[in-house]
């Protein structure tokens, strides 16, 4: 598209501010359950006015400029695509730039317009000065010629034989730590809360097995949900679950006067509204659904090992195909998605897959499409894949980056992000730690030669649902954008994700999946370690050994042999891939 419409559409939306006497409009990036991803339902309004095509990121139009917010992640590509645009890139969370609401208050930008459906109280709260300063509540998604209409596809039930607990169970476990909270009923926005409870997946957000809803459990167990009718299979329990048109939802909490618990940070402001007997706790089924149980762990790790077949079956395929032509970005896109699919457990991606060539790889998030994408050849740097798959049995985040031509810069900070990914994974740590108190284990390894990733080491992963999940994650610092500073404990699965970027070069990353695991007890207290449950080597081209010390070197190599251990079974037929895999499996020496 000719990024001169961009300007053209601001001009129209500063117009229409000024007849409405709106001084500056925000627009965020997510829905009315304030979900990370989206639906283009939801997601076509900011980027009908702003060419970043990246999921995060808010935009603010004032009657004169306009400025999109984003964290360190989308800052690389964001300054690409933003250029010749009317919008400013602002590098939010970097040291001394003031956070949106801080600008919006500073320069008084007020009556500040936004649809407050897709923001949480508390972070409406953070534009609030005093009730001279005017907050309206104003919607101007009118504006998107031929708004994409929202998602119909059928929702679809996870089999008993995967979950560890019944439906009865879950809703008893929700129902008794909500009444500890003080509360008598509880009330979900969340979407994947909501498919944790009931049992059900959907495909609203791609990507994401969610689907649009709301979720009511009262005191006496009895389930209320709301969400589009047509969307619902005809073996649905509708005896069990009563169901509702989506659009009721409000109508039904106007009349419901007991205790609701709701969570502030998940729950929109206008749904906080609607509620009159409100207990404002953080979700027990946002605390409860991240711990998995031993059902989830079985099958999280028996399709972690499918996973590691999909990534090892690229791995041979650049190996064969790379000395005799280029590999194209989205030829690895293809291969991989058709690879994992092939595997009847396997029904999606768990996000759009990530291949990026030297240059692109500082880009955390870059995704090639038809019109960007570089070929990857004999002569290229390095090539970094990070991608993931949505299994009938868990889901699955890897990143493996792969070098084209040796270089020595290249292999120094391959091996540098290997000794990071290594340090953290090998980390005792009290119970009652969280991943924020021991990140530093895999940041120092980096910080000690001047290199910082601008962003966490690792987050949480869901169970059959989004790739990101809270309360848990790996970060040195706090940041509204992530809540993942909570402690961990037993069944929760983590990523850890280091790397090197470095702009207009090359991107280097390496992530493999945890589940925190019991250690040993001692007098001084219960002790946890990390068990790594992704299953895939590393290119052997990346790893300087003289960088390794002797532990590093024993963990790595027994590393190599889990891999071997766990895939090799599922190649009894195939020779020639079980051959490559003991090849890269091989224990390396000094």
Excluded at 9 to 26: E, F
Excluded at 30 to 48: A, I, M, N, Q, V
Excluded at 273 to 283: D, E, G
């Amino acid at each position: 598209m000719d990024k001169k419409i961009y300007a053209e559409r601001i001009l129209s939306l500063q117009k229409r501010m000024r007849v409405d006497g709106i001084k500056a409009y925000v627009i965020p990036a997510t829905d009315p359950h304030l979900s990370e991803s989206y639906c283009d339902h939801f997601g076509c309004l900011r980027k009908y006015f702003c060419s970043f095509s990246g999921q995060d990121g808010t935009l603010l139009v004032t009657q004169d400029e306009s400025f999109l917010y984003t964290d360190g992640r989308y800052w690389v590509a964001a300054e690409i695509e933003l250029n010749n645009t009317p919008t400013k890139l602002v590098r939010d969370g970097k040291p001394g730039v003031p956070s949106l609401p801080e600008f919006v208050k500073r320069n008084e930008l007020y009556p500040l317009g936004m649809d407050t459906s897709l923001f949480s109280i508390d972070s409406l709260r953070e534009f609030y000065l005093d009730e001279r300063h005017k907050i309206v509540d104003i919607d101007y998604s009118f504006l998107v010629e031929k708004r994409p209409t929202l998602p119909k596809e059928k929702i679809f039930k996870v089999k008993d034989s995967l979950l560890s607990k019944t439906l009865d169970e879950r809703v008893e476990e929700l129902l008794e730590k909500t009444k500890e909270e003080g509360a008598e009923s509880l009330f979900l926005s969340a979407l994947d809360e909501i498919g944790y409870v009931l049992g059900y997946r959907g495909k609203d957000i791609p990507y994401t097995p969610v689907f649009y809803s709301y979720l009511m459990i009262s005191k006496d167990g009895s389930l209320d949900l709301f969400l589009d009718l047509d969307k619902l299979p005809e073996d649905f329990d509708r005896e069990r679950i009563h169901v509702h048109p989506y659009e009721e939802v409000f109508s039904f909490l106007q009349k419901r006067a007991e205790k609701i618990l709701i969570d502030p940070k998940k729950t929109n402001s206008k749904v906080y509204s609607t509620i009159k007997n409100k207990v404002l706790k953080t979700s027990p089924c946002y605390l409860v659904k991240a711990v998995k149980g031993p059902v989830e762990i079985k099958n999280t790790k028996y399709v972690h090992e499918l996973d590691g077949i999909a990534v090892l079956k690229l791995m041979k395929f650049l190996d064969d195909n790379l000395k005799d032509r280029d590999i194209d970005e989205l030829e690895v896109c293809d291969f991989l998605k058709a690879t994992r699919l092939l595997n009847p457990l396997c029904y999606d991606l768990s996000f759009a897959t990530i291949a990026a060539v030297d240059s692109n790889g500082p880009m955390m998030h870059y995704e090639p499409t038809e019109k960007n994408h570089a070929p990857f050849t004999k002569d290229s740097l390095t090539l970094l894949v990070d991608s993931g798959g949505q299994y009938y049995g868990g889901t699955t985040d890897i990143t493996r980056t792969f070098l084209g031509r040796f270089d020595k810069e290249v292999q120094h900070d391959f091996t540098l992000t290997l000794k990071s990914q290594i340090a953290l994974s090998r980390v005792v740590f009290m119970r009652g730690c969280s991943g924020h108190a021991i990140d530093l284990s895999a940041r120092e390894v980096m910080w000690r030669e001047g290199l910082d990733y601008k962003c966490g080491t690792g987050h949480g992963v869901a169970y059959m649902g989004p790739v990101h999940e809270g309360p848990i994650g790996f970060r040195y610092y706090t940041t509204k954008q992530r809540d993942d500073n909570g402690v961990l404990v037993p069944g929760h699965v983590i990523t850890i994700e280091p790397g090197v970027y470095k702009t207009g070069k090359y991107g280097i990353r390496l992530e493999n999946e945890l589940l925190v695991v019991p250690a040993y007890e001692s007098e001084d207290g219960s002790f946890l370690r990390f068990e790594t449950i992704t299953y895939c080597p590393y290119d052997r081209k990346g790893i300087d050994v003289t960088m390794l010390d002797e532990s590093e070197l024993i963990w790595l190599n027994d590393y190599l042999k889990t891999v071997e251990e766990k895939l090799a079974p599922h190649l009894a037929n195939d020779p020639e891939l079980l051959s490559f895999l003991k090849k890269q499996c091989e224990p390396f020496t000094r």
